[in-house]
């Protein structure tokens, strides 16, 4: 394994988010023999290899240490994979792929609002029936984790691989452990979240795999592609902000850091009063009246495509993962 | 070192003792359905099981225990019902990480005996046995009885929500104190139903019952999954009771002194004695069993002031119904204990619907015969 194998989902949204998140960082994804072919590679870059595989067989993966980095839910991580603190490293969350894995009951369950309910309810399932209360899910260790944190003893998994939430109305299970984006679908199916039964707010991670050979040629490649992904999730998460006006100082500065998050990549202002900063795109209205107010005659405000800065956060997570 | 496949002489051994005293030698299929092991060890269990499926998809696992798989074969054969001895030597299956995943147990278990003390000091006997045929003379011995927290609870009048909670923390006692704090400081206000709640709280139960069930039909709700409208109905209306009531103070003290009789069986027996007659509660019936037993051991020579007995020490597995003991190497040499078991009366009735007492203990071969070679 000598080029850095990178795990990409092969279909479904993940795939096109995935696809148009490498693209957004400057790494565009090429299937040489178009959507069957399962090996790409990254257009330009010699030394990686892209894997095209299925979200679960992703994460089995980045387990073994059989590619060294992948793209996949947090979900799949801490359901797959024993022990997933020592084995991977949860690099960065993408930003899509948001599910909630979530205990759900029927709606009729009035008498059912928290886990320390359904313990009760669990109990008195078993006694009166003599058997215990059956829980439908593909999240057959997240679930039994979450159970046991809650002391709830008195259930069975029904292991469910498709349609989890028709598992109650069907009579196969009392409740479930599913995941939800935004609730709908369970709605739909007359079942309800309970109040402290949210497992996991997962989302697609960036995930290394910290038993794959990491050679220094590999560790090289991925810094590069690590940087690409950091400038450009860094530049997500900001607006740049251009002004010049005379009555600048280190009290507004100061005043405009701490309201409004704002970041300045190159220092104060320069000598003819040109100010860059970086804002967060929920601010920016509040910052170009701040501005303003403080004697400002234009505010220029674009999207950025890239920041780039001396340190990477993401491969020094990575190293320092590696190096554990 | 790795483990030793084939039992040890010494094992073989006391299989034959066991033989001797009437035990019949029984070799269960190391192939075993999933379900009996999930149902009764719960989901715990299923991490460190290894489940495979045949082409029918029925979930089939290797045998994590024998107890389960001697019960079994106990059921479906023609001795059924009647009073029946068994004991294994063999090889079971526990994923237990980095560590090896076959394991050789012996045990025995017998079914049907209704001289339940003596029983059970028969089968401690034949438990020091095995210890002692690997040159220990003197275990460790850890003794309690998840009978007396039941027969406590029982005595005590308390809602039904809080009897099973109660019984079913203690099987689990990460969380029979929190339990208990949170009992005693009451449920607190439920605001979102304390409307419907205080309307209902005096109301006659069936009335109250019929609100319930016509208030879930006007908001045209059905009933998904196993629990009906009327079970729903049921709970609803007893939380209503229950309201934001506590555990009284008087009772939690009741039950954290039981919790801490701790000595050797005859004095734990007087230290209960003085608890039901200071809380006014009939534990009597109770007591002479745990007496009872208590002489038959020192009968059969065992020296009652070496065990320790504890009335919260609890095997963590809810068929349980009894006397439960474990033997450890009070040097500590061995990774956990090197003989456990108990009685277990509920467990043939889930099996098979079968009310039978059983009681019975399992040997972990090579923990035994680790001892000699680390001493």
Not at chain 1, 77 to 86: G, Y
Not at chain 1, 106 to 124: E, F, G, H, S
Request: glycine share 10%; charged share 25%.
């Amino acid at each position: 394994m000598s080029a850095l194998v990178i795990a990409v989902p092969a279909k479904g949204r993940l795939q096109e988010n995935a696809d148009a998140f490498f693209a957004r960082a400057g790494l565009k994804l090429v299937q040489p023999r178009g959507a069957r072919e399962y090996r790409g590679s990254i257009e330009g870059y010699d030394g990686i290899e892209v894997a095209y595989l299925s979200a679960a067989e992703i994460t089995q993966q980045l387990g073994q240490g059989a590619v060294h980095l992948g793209i996949t839910g947090e979900d799949l991580v801490r359901e797959m994979i024993p022990d997933a603190d020592v084995k991977v490293v949860l690099i960065e969350g993408l930003g899509f792929g948001h599910a909630n894995v979530v205990v759900a009951v029927p709606q009729a369950w009035i008498d059912v609002r928290n886990m320390a309910d359904l313990d009760d309810v669990a109990t008195a399932f078993r006694h009166k029936r003599d058997r215990r209360m059956r829980v439908a899910t593909k999240y057959v260790n997240l679930t039994r984790d979450f159970f046991a944190g809650h002391g709830v003893a008195d259930y069975r998994i029904v292991e469910s691989s498709g349609a989890t939430e028709g598992a109650p109305a069907a009579g196969t299970a009392e409740l479930i452990v599913d995941i939800t984006s935004t609730g709908a679908t369970l709605a739909a199916n007359g079942l309800k979240v309970i109040e402290d039964g949210t497992i996991l707010r997962s989302q697609a991670n960036l995930v290394a795999a910290r038993g794959a050979t990491w050679s220094a040629k590999v560790r090289a490649t991925a810094r590069i592609v690590l940087d690409r992904i950091a400038a450009h999730l860094r530049a997500r998460e900001f607006r740049e902000v251009r002004t010049r006006f005379a009555g600048c100082d280190d009290k507004l500065m100061a005043a405009a850091r701490q309201r409004f998050g704002v970041a300045t990549p190159f220092g104060g202002p320069t000598s003819s009063g040109m100010l860059t900063l970086h804002c967060p795109p929920r601010e920016i209205h509040a910052l170009a009246s701040f501005l303003r107010d403080h004697g400002a005659q234009a505010v220029v405000i674009a999207d950025i495509d890239y920041v780039f800065t001396a340190e990477n956060a993401l491969f020094a997570r990575l190293e320092a993962a590696l190096n554990r | 070192m790795p483990a030793p496949r084939q039992p040890d002489a010494r094992a073989n051994a006391l299989i034959a003792a066991y033989e001797h005293a009437g035990y019949v030698r029984v070799e269960p299929a190391i192939l075993q359905p999933a379900e009996p092991f999930l149902d009764l060890s719960g989901e715990d269990i299923r991490r460190r099981m290894f489940l495979v499926s045949d082409a029918a998809s029925a979930e089939l696992c290797l045998r994590p225990d024998l107890t389960i798989p001697v019960a079994c074969d106990y059921l479906a054969s023609a001795e059924a019902g009647k009073p029946a001895k068994y004991c294994y030597l063999g090889p079971v299956f526990r994923d237990l990480g980095a560590r090896s995943a076959e394991l050789m147990q012996a045990g025995i278990e017998s079914f049907g005996r209704t001289d339940t003390a003596a029983a059970d000091a028969e089968t401690i006997a034949l438990a020091l046995e095995a210890t002692a045929r690997y040159g220990l003379g003197a275990p460790d011995i850890r003794m309690g009885d998840v009978g007396l927290f039941a027969g406590l609870i029982e005595s005590l009048d308390l809602a039904p929500a809080w009897q099973r909670r109660l019984i079913k923390d203690f099987n689990r006692k990460t969380t029979l104190a929190h339990d208990l704090e949170r009992l005693a400081l009451g449920s607190g206000a439920r605001p979102e139903y304390h409307g419907v709640l205080a309307a209902l709280a005096n109301s006659d139960p069936a009335a109250a019952h019929a609100f319930v069930t016509d208030l879930l039909s006007i908001a045209g709700i059905t009933t998904v999954g196993g629990r009906s409208v009327g079970e729903i109905a049921d709970r609803f209306l007893e939380q209503a009771t229950l309201g934001a009531a506590a555990l009284p103070h008087e009772t939690r003290m009741l039950i954290e002194r039981f919790l801490s009789v701790a000595g050797d069986p005859p004095a734990a027996a007087s230290s209960l004695r003085a608890l039901a007659r200071d809380a006014g509660i009939g534990l009597d019936p109770m007591l002479d069993a745990f007496e009872e037993r208590n002489a038959l051991l020192a009968k059969r020579g065992l020296a009652l002031q070496s065990v320790k007995f504890a009335t919260a020490f609890g095997r963590g597995f809810d068929y349980y119904t009894g006397v439960v003991f474990e033997l450890h190497d009070p040097a500590g040499r061995a990774d956990g204990q090197l003989v456990a078991g108990g009685r277990y009366d509920g467990l043939l009735a889930r099996l098979g619907n079968v009310a039978l007492p059983a009681v019975g203990f399992a040997i972990w071969i090579e923990r035994l015969a680790a001892l000699g070679s680390r001493a």
